[in-house]
C-alpha cells in the first residue's frame, strides 16, 4: 500500500515527506473509524490534492524538547536544541520553544503533571482510578532541565494507564492519558521572558498494545532548510493510527465504551486563565486556583466528532476556487487544516461538494485544549481579562470557531459558529452538539447585567439567515457557572445564537434547575449569591442562599 506523507502542523514543525509500504495491521472484518487514515490508501494520488479535516493529535505526539531559534517567525534561522533555559548553547539566540509532555504525578507536592485518570460507569458514581502502567517512549530523546519558577514545566513522556474493568471497543482496560505544553520565551538581556501564556493539550484514548520491531519512536532534528523542527517517524508500519508510538510499540486506537464517563486531573505550575475548548460531551469542570498554580478536574462523556477527507484531480476546483485565499489543496500530499478556526470552516465548505457532503469516517474523542493568546483577540474584553477561567465550549462539529462566542451588539446575542458536513458514513444526517460554559460574573460583565436572574433563549440560525429547528437546549446556572446546550440541529454551516435577559421581577432559584425562556409569575424563593473565596494562592467558589467561606478562607 503506497503513500506519499507530508503534513506540516506549525510554522516551526515540519513532517517529512515519507513513501512507506503499509501492511495490514489488524485482522479484523472492519477497522473502527478511530483508526481511520487517508494514508491507507490503495490508489495513486501522486498527483491529486488531498485534505483531512480531524483533530489532530500530532502536537500530542511531538516528543519533548527545548530549541532556540532568532526572528519571530522562526523562518531561515539556524537553531540549536537546549538543555535548559542556562544552556550555553542556546545564550546567544533571541527565543526559545518548547514542547512539554507530562508524566504522571509520583508525589502530592510535584507540578506540571497528571494526577489522575479515571472513569465512572452508568450507575456507579464512585470513580475508578486508572492505574499507571507503561511508558512510551521509554524515555525523553531530548531531555531539557525543567524550571517552573520561570515558566518552563518538565518535559517528559506519555504512558498507558490500565482503568480497572472499563473495557475498550478493541476488549483492553488500556488508556493513554496526554497532555501536551507548547509556549515561548524571548530573550531580555540575560533573561529569559515567557513570550506568552502558552496552549495545552489533553486527551484520552482508549487502546490495544501492539508489540512489533518494525514500529519505531518518533524523532525529532533540526531541519536543514531552516523552517523550525522536523520530526522524522522510521516506523515500517502505520504510525498515525497510535496514540502513541515507541520503539517496537504502538497504542493502537480503538473505541470508548458507550455511556461511561472519562476524566483527567492535571496539577499546572502556572494560572490557567481564559478559555478552553474541546470534544466531550455533558462535560463538567472542577477549576481550582492553588498555591502552585491550578489544578484542573475535567470529566464527561466521549463525543463522535466526523472526519472530512479525501483525494481529488486539481481540476474539479475552478481556478477562482484555487485562488481563493480559504483555499488548501496540495498536490500529492494532504493538507490538514485545524479544526477550529474561520479559515478552516471555509474550507470545509469549499471541498463539500467535491466530497459529496459526507464524512469518510465518525471516530470517538476525549480532548479538551486552552486558547492560545492569539486566539483571544477577537473575545470581549470581559473574558480577555479574567484573572480565571472564563468559560469553555466543546462540540462535535468537524470544524468551530476559534474564540470564545463573540458578542454581537446589534442582536444582543453571543454567536458561536461551526460546519460540518450534512452526513455521516452510514449515510444519515450528521447531528449537533454544542455546550456552553461561561462563568456568571463574566456573562453579566459582558451583559452589564446585576446579580439578579439571568434567563436565556438559544437559537440556531443557517447561512441563509433561517431558523433552524432543533431538538434539545437546555439553560441552567449552578455554581457560578451558566450552561447552556443545544442538540440535535444540523449544518452545514449554523450560528448558534444565545441571548441572555435579565429583568427586575426575574424569579431566584433555590436550587440548580433550568432557566426559563421567559420569567415566571408570581415565584418568591430564596436568593441565591456567588462569592469568592481565598486561602493564599488557592480561590473557590462558594453558591448558596447565605454562602460563607469554607474554615482558612477569607472572601475576597
Not at 468559560?391 to 463573540?406: D, L
Request: hydrophobic share 35%; net charge positive.
Amino acid at each position: 500500500m503506497l503513500s506519499t506523507m507530508k503534513k506540516v502542523i506549525a510554522v516551526s514543525l515540519i513532517f517529512l515527506s515519507q513513501l512507506l509500504v503499509y501492511p495490514t495491521i489488524s485482522a479484523a472484518d472492519s477497522v473502527p473509524d478511530e483508526q481511520y487514515s487517508i494514508n491507507n490508501t490503495q490508489s495513486d494520488n501522486r498527483n491529486k490534492f488531498g485534505v483531512v479535516f480531524e483533530d489532530s493529535i500530532d502536537t500530542l505526539r511531538m516528543p519533548s524538547l527545548l530549541y532556540s531559534y532568532w526572528n519571530p517567525n522562526e523562518q531561515g534561522a539556524t537553531r540549536s536544541f537546549c538543555n535548559g533555559l542556562d544552556d550555553p548553547a542556546c545564550a546567544s539566540a533571541s527565543y526559545l520553544k518548547y514542547y512539554a509532555l507530562m508524566p504522571p504525578c509520583k508525589s502530592s507536592t510535584e507540578v506540571d503533571c497528571i494526577e489522575s485518570i479515571y472513569a465512572i460507569a452508568p450507575g456507579a458514581p464512585a470513580r475508578i482510578k486508572g492505574i499507571y502502567k507503561e511508558s512510551i517512549p521509554e524515555s525523553v530523546a531530548r531531555p531539557f532541565s525543567a524550571d517552573p519558577a520561570r515558566g518552563l514545566p518538565q518535559g517528559s513522556v506519555s504512558g498507558v494507564w490500565e482503568i480497572p474493568n472499563i473495557k475498550n471497543g478493541g476488549g483492553s482496560t488500556n488508556f493513554v492519558a496526554i497532555v501536551s505544553r507548547v509556549g515561548k520565551f524571548r530573550k531580555d538581556g540575560t533573561r529569559w521572558l515567557p513570550l506568552e501564556q502558552g496552549d495545552f493539550r489533553a486527551a484520552i484514548f482508549p487502546v490495544n498494545i501492539v508489540r512489533d520491531s518494525r514500529y519505531k519512536a518518533n524523532t525529532a532534528e533540526i531541519d536543514s532548510r531552516g523552517f523550525g523542527v522536523s520530526i522524522n517517524h522510521p516506523s515500517q508500519l502505520p504510525f498515525d493510527v497510535c496514540a502513541i508510538v515507541g520503539n517496537g510499540v504502538c497504542a493502537l486506537r480503538q473505541s470508548f465504551p458507550e455511556d461511561v464517563k472519562f476524566g483527567m486531573v492535571i496539577r499546572f505550575s502556572k494560572v490557567i486563565n481564559g478559555w478552553m475548548h474541546g470534544r466531550i460531551d455533558s462535560p463538567e469542570i472542577d477549576y481550582e486556583l492553588t498555591d502552585y498554580g491550578t489544578r484542573v478536574d475535567m470529566k464527561g462523556l466521549p463525543t463522535r466528532v466526523p472526519i472530512v477527507a479525501g483525494w481529488t484531480d486539481p481540476s474539479n476546483f475552478t481556478e477562482a476556487e484555487k485562488k481563493n485565499p480559504n483555499f488548501q489543496g496540495i498536490v500529492g500530499s494532504t493538507a490538514s487544516p485545524a479544526p477550529s478556526g474561520i479559515l478552516s470552516m471555509n474550507t470545509l465548505n469549499l471541498w463539500a461538494k467535491i466530497l459529496n457532503d459526507k464524512a469518510v469516517a465518525n471516530p470517538s474523542q476525549w480532548i479538551f485544549y486552552n486558547l492560545p493568546e492569539y486566539a483571544m483577540q477577537t473575545a470581549s474584553s470581559c473574558i480577555k481579562t479574567s484573572k480565571t477561567l472564563a468559560g469553555f465550549v466543546t462540540t462535535n462539529s468537524t470544524t468551530y470557531t476559534a474564540s470564545p462566542p463573540v458578542y454581537n451588539e446589534k442582536t444582543e446575542t453571543l454567536d458561536y459558529s461551526v460546519a460540518s458536513l450534512h452526513y455521516l458514513p452510514d449515510g444519515k444526517e450528521f447531528q449537533g452538539k454544542y455546550n456552553l460554559f461561561i462563568d456568571s460574573k463574566v456573562a453579566r460583565c459582558i451583559y452589564k447585567f446585576s446579580n439578579a436572574p439571568i434567563s436565556a433563549t438559544v437559537s440556531i440560525t443557517s447561512a441563509d439567515g433561517a431558523q433552524k429547528s432543533i431538538a434539545t437546549t437546555t439553560v441552567t446556572e449552578n455554581n457560578g457557572w451558566i450552561h447552556l446546550s443545544a442538540v440535535g440541529f444540523t449544518f452545514s454551516n449554523p450560528t448558534i445564537k444565545v441571548k441572555l435577559i435579565q429583568g427586575e421581577t426575574a424569579p431566584q432559584t433555590a436550587s440548580p434547575a433550568p432557566l426559563a425562556s421567559a420569567p415566571a409569575e408570581n415565584v418568591e424563593k430564596p436568593k441565591r449569591t456567588t462569592i469568592a473565596c481565598s486561602k493564599g494562592m488557592t480561590t473557590r467558589k462558594i453558591n448558596a442562599v447565605d454562602p460563607k467561606c469554607p474554615k482558612g478562607f477569607k472572601k475576597v
